[in-house]
Nanobody
Framework: VQLQASGGGLVQAGGSLRLSCTAS????????MGWFRQAPGKEREFVAA????????FYADSVRGRFTISRDNAEKTVGLQMDSLKPDDTAVYYC??????????????????WGQGTQVTVSS
């Protein structure tokens, strides 16, 4: 499975961005999908996840109420709508896929495939 993330950029605090992740390759299996981020000098941290069915979603406390994860299995895409952005949201954002059948992960090591990352910069 190959994942391609896009949609990052520079935005002022309070603004919005939408990230997208497109899957290709052996996508016949069901995958839970997640977004993680990594700021300079910090560990990669969980942002949001959605089950393969799209029924259940999970968020880090720091983004709950501001970010929304969604997926379109027909288009093989996962989106992350980011509103009310803050400078602390500045990071490289990564999408990741976890084979379904396990508890949807919130830790990087639980995911099997990763995209290349897209930079999000929020200016104050």
């Amino acid at each position: 499975v190959q994942l391609q993330a896009s949609g990052g950029g520079l935005v002022q605090a309070g603004g919005s961005l939408r990230l997208s992740c497109t899957a290709s390759g052996r996508t016949s299996s069901s995958y839970d999908m997640g977004w993680f981020r990594q700021a300079p000098g910090k560990e990669r941290e969980f942002v949001a996840a959605v089950t393969w069915s799209g029924v259940s979603t999970f968020y880090a406390d720091s983004v709950r109420g501001r970010f929304t994860i969604s997926r379109d299995n027909a288009e093989k895409t996962v989106g992350l709508q980011m509103d009310s952005l803050k400078p602390d949201d500045t990071a490289v954002y990564y999408c990741a896929a976890q084979r379904s059948g396990r508890v949807t992960g919130k830790r990087a090591y639980e995911y099997d495939y990763w995209g290349q990352g897209t930079q999000v910069t929020v200016s104050s």
